[in-house]
């Protein structure tokens, strides 16, 4: 039977998560790019783009503007299966934006730690 948010798995995922965030509030590209696996596999789709592998993502995050990045996270859902793989999604809020933004990613640990294997951002109107 697969064993759902194990303690250890769940809070290893909390913390690459809140570094995750860390590093895209502070556009820390370096830490971004490695945090996403390094692959052509790799999809990040976005608000108004839609990424295929590492090299676009990668390529994208470098000529995006750097000012407006802070976000507040208003709810955060993380569940592990097994030991190597998770998902997790948030909303969020951005001041002077009325919509509701929402981010799914896929985590997989690797040989060389977790890493984002796909993604998607999106707003929605707020009720």
Known sequence: MMKINQPLTLQEVE??????????????????????WDDAATLRYGATENLVGYEEIRAFRLQRPSANLARTVTSRHITTFGDNFAVANITFTKEGVTRIGRQTQTWVKFPDGWHVVAAHVSWMDAK
Do not use: I
């Not at 913390?15 to 996403?36: C, I, M, S, W």
């Open 15 to 36: 913390q690459v998560f809140d570094a995750y965030e860390k590093a895209l509030v502070g556009n820390d590209v370096v830490k971004l790019d490695e945090l996403f």
